[in-house]
Each structure stands twice: as C-alpha cells, then as structure tokens.
C-alpha cells in the first residue's frame, strides 16, 4: 500500500541552526514526491518537487530535499532556520491513480 | 490570479444540519480533491474528481457526498452533520500527470 511516514512529529531548533526534516515512503512504482508548508490558518504551499532526474532538488526559501530510492527516504533540509521558517511540513507521494497520499506532518518550532 | 477558493472560510453547524462547501479553480485544471485535515493525522483525501463528470471517493469519504459542477467547481456536501466532522477542509486541484496540488486556503468547521 502507498504510504508516507513522517517520524518527527515536532522539531525545535535555534535560529540559525541547520535544520533537517525526514520523509520515507512506501510506493509501488517510481513516486512523484512533493514537500509542502503550511503556515497557521493557511493552505499548503508547495516548497519543492521531484518527478526524476537529479536526485537533488531546490525549492523555494532556501529549502532543498534529496531523493534516496535504496532508502525510500526524500528528506528536506536547510542549512540555516530563520524564525520566519516556523511552520508544519508534509511530504507527499502522488499522484497514484490520481491520488495524493500526505504524511502526518512535522511542526517546526524556531527558537530565537 | 485567485487559484482556488474555498468559501467559506469559518462554519458552526449544529448536529443534523446540512451545508455545502464551495471550491472553485481558476486554472483550468482538469483534477480536484477534498481533504480534511486533524491534528495529528495529516490530509486525508474524503473524495476526488479526476476530470469533469467523475467523481470517486478517498479514504474517508462516509458522511460526505461531492459534486463536480463543472471544470471549475468541486462542491462537498454534508447531509447530517455530526460532531465528528469538526475538521478543517481543504480543497486541492491539479492540471493531471506529473503536477503539484494547488490548495486553498481552508474551511474551519465546527459542528455542535
């Protein structure tokens, strides 16, 4: 079954600091995987995207995430928090006959 | 560019009503979702269109019927509500195939 796990429910970390959110997912064919973020009392806004290529990918505000098949693993990463990244993240697979699956999300929590 | 609206934005039903939320698309997008979303437990998908004149259910999709009204529009209806469909609504579109979901910006209801 396809399926998204996102082990950290919360995350703290100081401003400034590096931050690193994880995603693993369980999917039958080759996944499209996606990281949104939602800000409190918004939509989500899509942060990035990867469909193939460069297992590498950039999103917006300085956000990148890395694809590992032999993990199942596309976590999203930053090299330096800015209180203003304070948020909830979720990671999806999709779209599966023409399903999204979203994990559970992960609250970031920035201290100043 | 509005993208997807969501209306409306904030509803207290008392249990036994019934009310529709409206979602409409500006982008001429061909795939639209219905998601709800509690804490802890991410999106999860109540029903989907997949194109105009279809529509097919999600994972939760007991308590809600949809209409796909036309390209633009993906109504959810509640015939009897019930406490446990206090939740925040979400609703998504996609162009189809290798694409993100755009979301709006959310329905917070609360049922008495």
């Known amino acids: 079954a396809q399926s998204v796990t996102q082990p950290d429910i919360h995350i703290t970390v100081s401003e400034g600091a590096s931050l690193e959110l994880r995603c693993n997912y369980s999917?039958?064919?080759?996944?499209?995987l996606f990281w949104y973020v939602q800000s409190p009392g918004q939509g989500l806004q899509l942060l990035l995207k990867?469909?193939?290529?460069?297992?590498l990918v950039q999103g917006i505000k300085g956000f990148e995430a890395e694809f590992k098949r032999s993990q199942s693993s596309f976590n999203l990463r930053k090299p330096s928090v800015h209180w203003s990244d304070a948020a909830e993240y979720f990671c999806?697979?999709?779209?599966?006959?023409?399903?999204?699956?979203f994990g559970t999300g992960t609250r970031l929590k920035v201290l100043a | 560019n509005a993208g997807v609206t969501q209306t409306p934005k904030f509803q207290v039903l008392k249990t036994g009503q019934s009310m529709t939320l409206q979602c409409a698309q500006d982008?001429?997008?061909?795939?639209m979702y219905w998601y709800r979303q509690d804490p802890g437990m991410g999106l999860r998908l109540i029903y989907y269109?997949?194109?105009?004149?279809?529509?097919d259910k999600g994972e939760v999709p007991n308590g809600y019927n949809v209409s796909r009204l036309n390209k633009r529009e993906f109504s959810l209806r509640l015939e009897s509500a019930a406490p446990s469909q206090t939740s925040v609504y979400f609703c998504?579109?996609?162009?189809?195939?290798?694409?993100?979901?755009?979301f709006g910006q959310g329905t917070r209801l609360t049922v008495v």
């Open positions: 998504a579109s996609t162009l189809g195939g290798k694409t993100e979901a755009f």
């Open positions: 999917y039958g064919a080759t996944p499209y």
């Open positions: 990867y469909f193939s290529g460069d297992t």
């Open positions: 999806a697979v999709g779209p599966g006959t023409y399903k999204y699956i």
């Open positions: 982008m001429n997008h061909n795939s």
């Open positions: 269109s997949a194109s105009e004149g279809t529509t």
